[in-house]
Every structure is written in C-alpha cells, then in structure tokens.
C-alpha cells in the first residue's frame, strides 16, 4: 500500500550538514501530514519536523528550530529534512512517518520508513 524510504544519512562533524530524503510510494491520499522522527539510542522516538499538504504549517522540535529545515516536493513525492549546524546530540536513526493527523504524536503516523542513521561526532 504505502512505503516510505529514507536516504541521506551518514556520519558527520559536529557543525556540519546534510539532508535527508524520504521517498513515497503508493497511495498519495495516506500522505496528508508528513514527519520526521529520531531516536536516539536509550532513548524513545521523538517528534522533529512535520508538515501537512495544504495547511501551511509545519512543526518543528524545540531542540531543532533555527538549525533544521523540513520540505516537500509534491510532484516527486518525497519529504526532506535539511539539517544545518548539527550537534553530537542530534545522533539517532532518523524514519520518515506518514499519517494524516496534523501532529507530531507517534502514535499519530500509520506508515513509516526503515530508518537512517545520523551519527555526529565532536
């Protein structure tokens, strides 16, 4: 039905960047709301950025705003996450998530991707 596939992640220095992407495949009426979530080792899953196709909103983690970026190409289907000015902490696999309630809950997303992991070294 719906498969998300993330790409992009990979080591990095502190203070660096990268971007990941999620590409969607299936169908596009699951996609309403959008996010990306990470989760550190030890730790839950949290919430990151999320956005919903014609709400004009998007929700970004308090820990992540001003450094963070998250995007949608629509005729691609595919969601991305810029990440500028990373830290040692934001280390985690970051999934991509697709639901269609606006919230960054994530009990609120139905489909997700395997995974990407982002270590950042000091």
């Known amino acids: 039905q719906v498969q998300l596939v993330e790409s992009g992640g990979g080591s990095v220095q502190a203070g660096g960047s990268l971007r990941l992407s999620c590409a969607g495949f299936?169908?596009?009426?699951?996609?309403?709301?959008m996010a990306w979530f990470r989760q550190a080792p030890g730790k839950e899953r949290e919430g990151v950025a999320g956005n919903c196709a014609g709400s004009g909103r998007t929700y970004y983690a308090d820990s992540v705003k001003g450094r963070f970026i998250i995007s949608q190409d629509n005729a691609k289907n595919t969601l991305y996450l810029q990440m500028n000015s990373l830290k040692p902490e934001d280390t985690a696999m970051y999934y991509c998530a697709a639901g269609s309630i606006p919230t960054m809950s994530v009990s609120g997303y139905k489909y997700w991707g395997q995974g990407t992991q982002v270590p950042v070294s000091s």
């Open positions: 299936g169908n596009a009426s699951y996609y309403y709301c």
